[in-house]
């Protein structure tokens, strides 16, 4: 899967340019260097903490407790952590309740609801007017596991209503295990299904119109040699009441499934086949398929047809998105019969010259089908837009805030909509769209919150890179804040699998950022999709520099422009965006004065050798292609670790249970940063024992997260932990 969504303040600034002094760090346990070379494409490529790769060596783990014990000593016993986390929870916790991931089934709508008091997510159940006040639960895992410890990696309600199949998973590690469930007596009703989810190739389910039976993932699991067991996803169908043991294959490899595919299924409209779109790794390359009780499985679309989503409408009509000789997508329509698939389709809508369609997969289809309406979601480098089209293909335009994310939009069975909208600086709310007159209102699932940023605004720049290309920039600051270079800044990125980064409420976190003096800025760099596949493709396989290029141009903009100073400039990433980070340390050290780096990949030359590394790919490229291993080799992080520089301070955060990315790329960076800098800035190496990727982790387990982010900042950069926590 896609790598996803992670202090004293004595010191006073006299100049712009000023260093900053900041809380003294023991040295750090050192590991002793190896003398491993591998030869890759005739290159001798040194790997001097390969030792660090192998988890259950106890002198690995004893290192890693060392780490672990510097890193607590340090941010544990900076004045004012008690306050900074004690703010954080309060205002995190005051949230009111909010809901996602919205579905209408039978009577009522079923969706996510979100107590910020409690560990994890439930599952809850409303009328058909989608009226808070109805709220019933009916799956808590908080009940199941006070600890917090077991989250919801997904749920599908069947189109009646009465049942619920969930995959629940622990620790972070998204191991999902299937359950299904009664609504009514709230008992589980069928034997439960291992091996549904994983990091690698994620998990999803469909219902059959009837309820009585379901198309689900799989993987081999248990069953199969250790290093195939997360791969090889296939698709099988259960009827209710029988083994799943004999549950038969509905799609496979047989039909053409490659080892790294990825299954997303789907049957919205209870139709009478199921929507199955299988991914190639992770790098925007999409088969699709229609799945039948009892038939083989038909493909409609090949990986060359470029159509990257796909829809049904309840007559059984597809509508896809198509990226052949179109980047920012165009809209096809096919009708049955279905011979010859979407070589054979019309032209539904033409592509948009000033916004893209975005992907499809592990963050929802980007279309919906509504009544006799399709709603097709767009982003125009960074907000949303939202086309919504009639059986001629007439178009319309979502009624939304400029600068705002739809990040989901879900169909009502009398044709109106529901759709979650989030800003920069108001919490979230669902809207509902009338199919009756096309306006939108705003409904009582508002997420209210004690965190106000009316002092504060948001600003969009671009900044130029080192080709020219202009990347935007949001800067969110107080009103009238003076660009005199003296202003603490956090500069956040991520840049890759076409993922976008949109606006969301900035929350908690970013309030006590701004209330210590910071400004915080998103930046909209390539590798993303906000601009459409090219923008994306200028960001992948032996183009992934520009990435960093744009990153770094975000960064000389906002010293340029006065916001800040290096002193007081912080960079931020996580997963893929911990990449970002490693290029960054290893190509600017002299950039930013601190750098927070979470769960990333560092090791670009042995990272396809975990299993999740196999799906990533089609996205970062293979050592095993000699122009592809010259770029991987050429930014790897790990690799570019050069004696005798002054990096910057650096706090890296990984989970032992991470089945995204290995632990071991945060341990190998650590140790070679820690062991070359000739900074007295800090490397420091957080390890969580019961988390992963972040996916799952518990309302405690974030807040500490969060603090320790803050604190190591306030620290590093001169800032005042006391006016945060005030």
Known sequence: MRLT???????????????????????????????????????????????????????????????????????????????????????????????????????????????????????????????????????????????????????????????????????????????????????????????????????????????????????????????????????????????????????????????????????????????????????????????????????????????????????????????????????????????????????????????????????????????????????????????????????????????????????????????????????????????????STRTALAVTSPVSFADAEVTRAFATSKDGTQVPLNIIARKGVKLDGSNPVLLYGYGGYGVNQTPAFAGPFRRLWLDAGGIWVLANIRGGGEYGDEWHQQGMLTKKQNVFDDFAAAGEWLLKEGYTSKPRLSLMGGSNGGLLMGAEITQHPDLAQAVISAVGIYDMVRVELDPNGAFNVTEFGTVKDPAQFKALYGYSPYHNVRAGVAYPAVLMLTGATDGRVNPMNSRKFAAALQAATSSPRPILLRTSKDSGHGIGSSLDQRIAEQTDELMFLYDQLGMSAADAAK
């Open 5 to 439: 969504p992670f202090l004293p303040a004595f010191a006073t600034l006299l100049l712009a340019g000023t260093a900053l002094a900041a809380t003294p760090v023991p040295p750090a346990p050192a590991f002793p260097a190896g003398t491993t070379t591998d030869t890759i494409q005739g290159v001798k490529v040194a790997d001097p903490y390969r030792a660090l790769e192998d988890a259950a060596d106890l002198k690995v783990q004893a290192w890693s407790d060392a780490q672990n014990d510097r890193t607590r000593a340090y941010l544990d016993n900076l004045p004012g952590r008690a306050a900074v986390a004690e703010k954080l929870k309060r205002l995190t916790s005051a949230a009111s309740p909010s809901y996602a991931g919205l579905q209408a089934a039978g009577d009522a709508i079923f969706g996510y609801y979100a107590d910020p008091t409690r560990q994890q997510p439930s599952i809850v159940r409303l009328n058909a007017a989608a009226d808070p006040a109805s709220r019933v639960s009916v799956l808590d895992p908080n009940a199941i596991d006070p600890t917090g410890h077991t989250a919801i990696d997904w749920f599908v309600a069947s189109p009646d209503g009465t049942k619920i199949a969930v995959s629940l998973s622990k620790n972070g590690s998204e191991d999902g295990v299937l359950h299904v469930y009664d609504v009514a007596t709230g008992k589980e009703i069928e034997t439960a299904i291992p091996y549904v989810q994983y990091p690698t190739a994620g998990g999803s389910l469909a219902w059959t119109a009837d309820s009585k039976a379901f198309w689900y993932t799989r993987y081999p699991g248990a069953g199969a040699p250790e290093a195939e067991q997360h791969f090889n996803m296939q698709a099988y169908f259960h009827r209710l009441g029988s083994d799943p043991a004999k549950d038969p294959l509905a799609l496979s490899t047989a039909d053409g499934l490659p080892r790294t595919g990825e299954i997303f299924l789907s049957n919205d409209q209870a139709a009478a086949t199921a929507v199955a779109s299988v991914q190639l790794g992770d790098g925007g390359q999409w088969q699709q398929y229609l799945l039948k009780p009892g038939a083989k499985a038909l493909k409609v679309a090949a990986y060359e047809d470029r159509i990257i989503a796909m829809a049904q409408a309840g007559d059984g009509t597809l509508y896809g998105v198509s990226r052949r000789d179109a980047p920012k997508g165009k809209l096809l329509k096919l009708s049955a019969p279905f011979s010859g698939g979407f070589a054979k389709a019309t032209v539904f809508a033409p592509e948009a010259k000033d916004s893209a369609i975005i992907d499809g997969g592990e963050f929802g289809s980007p279309l919906s089908v509504v009544g006799d309406r399709l709603f097709a979601k767009r982003i125009a480098g960074g907000p949303s837009r939202v086309s919504v089209y009639d059986k001629t293909g007439h178009e319309t335009t979502l009624s939304i805030p400029e600068v705002s994310t739809i990040s989901e939009i879900d169909p009502l069975p009398n044709g109106d909509a529901l759709y979650r909208v989030a800003t920069f600086l108001e919490p979230s709310y669902f809207a509902r769209y009338s199919a009756k007159d096309g306006a």
